[in-house]
């Protein structure tokens, strides 16, 4: 996994729906050699059906008080 | 290109959108309701009043935070209600026929209406709130929001149980003022404010683009409210007044602080654009202030005024402006999870008509303050409020009928 390109999304100036909507949007997009991180103001809870619905993998690396991030992979 | 939401756990579009339109519905009756008899009215104990203040509570409040929860809950928890829609419209069948022979029963005092009516509501709210602790119980996941979701529950759970104590006091069972007070305060700082409280720490950082209320706050705030309550209800019942007066003013002191913090947080968030909602927002936590504030310094039970404020100044000020935030959400969202990908969040309720019925309710707000100079300001308010929610009924609809519209250009995939 250390080996991936990284993407970087930050969506935490973002107000709702538009994080989910840029989410969703990077996750159909991420290839086998990619791994997105993903920054927001909170936990996306909406987001981790999508994440398992396309098969995908994630570890959450941040989930503090205005602060959360994770990192998704194939 | 975004390629939609996967969201098996949400109820159909109707289940929420049909609590909500019943709950406007009932902000029309209450209108017309005041117009009849709001002159007639003179203490909190009148059965006008009681009938006039449950057409809001449960014809309006309980319809939409029920609506909310069949949609938010399941989405929370990874985990839906058993039988959404089957049990969601016995819910809302009983609540109506509950409310309805409630609400008939106390302008015409009609015990067994009465008898009848609450039977149906407590077995309702039970069942409601069976139900969702059901999903908390079967969910994986047990976060401090959940946590706060819950205790709100028991709240209600405890509040209807009191509730239809006091309602069998009013033929000379149990002492109605008692259970009365100590249903009003489950209701309000138990079930309603917990519920806010909880729907807020969701909303204000995702709509706002706020801060998150502090972890301190979400972690102790209802385990202490629910503990004040419980001691509130063994003081009212062992009639030990000190006792009674500091839990009082500790319950208000968590609403003050509460109200004040949520401001801070909107003060401060990141994109602080002019929005209906925002504004709806303070003004409800003003209101919030002042009803605790009159209500702590009160050494007397709920009066008319702190019932005005905290009712229609506070929670129902703040549920219109939480509905403005839910329904063109709720509606883009499950279009998007039925792949109809061009719908615009921005688009689902105009904005100017939103801002004509908050105005209206301002309107209706300030001739309401004016009847302490004469009563016959209550009939242009309760007109004023009239127009509001009938304004309200119809931004509804229009959110239904954008949903319906964008579906028929729902793609199919063979």
Same mark, same amino acid.
């Given at each position: ?7 970087? *999304? ?6 709702? /729906?538009?994080? +989910?909507?840029?989410? $969703?949007? #990077? =996750?159909?997009?991420?290839? &086998?050699?990619?791994? *997105? ?6 936990? /996306?809870?909406? +987001?981790?059906?999508? $994440?398992? #619905? =396309?098969?995908?993998?994630? &570890? ?15 | ?414």
């Amino acid at each position: 996994m250390n080996t991936k390109k990284e993407i970087i *999304l930050d969506v935490s100036e973002l107000e709702a /729906p538009y994080p +989910l909507i840029e989410a $969703i949007n #990077a =996750l159909n997009a991420l290839q &086998e050699n990619e791994v *997105l991180i993903f920054r927001h103001r909170m936990n /996306p809870q909406m +987001l981790f059906q999508n $994440i398992s #619905a =396309l098969g995908l993998k994630y &570890e959450i690396t941040k989930e503090d008080a205005n602060e959360f991030e994770m990192r998704i992979y194939k | 290109m975004f390629h939609g939401l996967s969201l098996e756990q949400a109820p159909p579009y109707t289940v929420p959108i049909k609590f909500y339109l019943s709950g406007a519905f009932y902000l029309i009756l209450l209108s017309i309701a005041i117009i009849i008899y709001g002159f007639s009215v003179s203490s909190r104990f009148d059965y006008e009043v009681i009938a006039l203040t449950h057409l809001l509570t449960l014809g309006f409040i309980t319809h939409v935070m029920f609506g909310s929860l069949f949609q938010m809950l399941p989405v929370m928890l990874g985990t839906p209600y058993a039988n959404v829609v089957k049990n969601a419209t016995i819910i809302h069948i009983a609540l109506n026929a509950g409310i309805l022979t409630f609400v008939v029963g106390f302008f015409t005092n009609t015990a067994l209406l009465l008898y009848f009516a609450g039977t149906l509501l407590m077995g309702t709210f039970f069942y409601f709130a069976l139900l969702s602790f059901k999903t908390i119980l079967l969910s994986q996941e047990k976060n401090t929001l959940v946590q706060n979701f819950a205790a709100s529950f028991a709240g209600l759970f405890f509040a209807a149980l009191f509730g239809f104590l006091a309602l069998l006091g009013h033929f000379g069972f149990v002492d109605t003022l008692r259970y009365g007070n100590i249903h009003i305060a489950f209701m309000l700082f138990g079930w309603v404010f917990l519920l806010i409280v909880s729907v807020s720490y969701k909303i204000i950082p995702m709509f706002f683009v706020a801060k998150e209320f502090p972890m301190f706050v979400q972690k102790r705030l209802y385990p202490v409210q629910l503990a004040l309550l419980l001691l509130f209800a063994y003081a009212q019942l062992q009639e030990k007044t000190l006792l009674l007066s500091v839990t009082q003013l500790l319950l208000c002191t968590s609403v003050i602080l509460f109200a004040l913090l949520s401001i801070l947080i909107l003060q401060k968030r990141k994109r602080a654009r002019k929005d209906v909602s925002i504004e709806l927002w303070y003004f409800a936590m003003g209101n919030a202030i002042l009803a605790a504030l009159l209500y702590a310094g009160a050494n007397v039970n709920l009066s008319f005024a702190i019932g005005f404020f905290a009712l229609f100044g506070a929670v129902y000020a703040l549920i219109n402006a939480m509905l403005y935030k839910i329904i063109p959400f709720l509606t883009w969202f499950h279009l998007s999870s039925n792949m109809v990908f061009d719908a615009e969040m921005g688009n689902v309720i105009p904005k100017k008509k939103m801002s004509i019925q908050i105005n209206l309710y301002y309107l209706s707000y300030f001739f309401f303050l004016c009847t302490a100079l004469s009563p016959a300001f209550i009939i242009v308010s309760a007109t004023l409020f009239l127009f509001s929610s009938l304004m309200l009924l119809l931004n509804i609809f229009k959110a239904k009928k954008y949903y319906t519209e964008y579906m028929k250009k729902k793609v199919v995939f063979e």
